[in-house]
């Protein structure tokens, strides 16, 4: 038996040339592979980039009514500190009065509201037929049944 001898003549007829490296379907594969990495890295980038948008966005809303608040308390800090603030209140809780002034109290009026404006007096009830008109007027129909 002839041992074996690699000859040019003698290599498989689906043999590459040496120097061709990778086949094309190689290279397809590696190349979508590669793009698909990529894509998938940049649709997260994006993902994260608007995620990060949407909570600044939230925060900025979140310092713009702290802020507003925080104004709104230092005007109220201001105004506390003021004579007309301590003449109010001493006038509505220690019922002080300045020399000249005359107080008038009026009832059903709270303490702390002092526009007559808001009183309103109660208007009387209606009153409530009695049961047997209500009954009277269900089956005769002067009167619609509601549910």
Avoid at 21 to 44: E, H
Wanted: proline share 7%; glycine share 6%; aromatic share 10%.
């Amino acid at each position: 038996m002839r041992p074996y001898v690699h000859s040019p003549y003698t290599h498989n007829a689906r043999r590459r040339p040496a120097g061709s490296g990778l086949s094309p379907r190689t290279l397809l594969i590696i190349g979508i592979c590669l793009i698909s990495l990529s894509t998938i890295g940049l649709v997260k980038t994006i993902w994260e980039n608007h995620n990060l948008d949407q909570w600044t966005t939230e925060l900025n809303k979140e310092y713009a009514i702290a802020n507003e608040e925080n104004t709104k308390l230092k005007e109220d800090l201001n105004y506390m500190g003021s004579l007309n603030y301590h003449d109010k209140k001493a006038k509505e809780t220690l019922n002080m009065k300045e020399p000249g002034e005359t107080v008038i109290t009026i009832k059903g009026i709270e303490a702390g509201n002092t526009k007559l404006s808001d009183f309103k007096p109660k208007a009387p009830p209606t009153p409530v037929p009695p049961n047997y008109v209500q009954w009277y007027n269900v089956f005769f129909g002067k009167e619609q049944v509601k549910f």
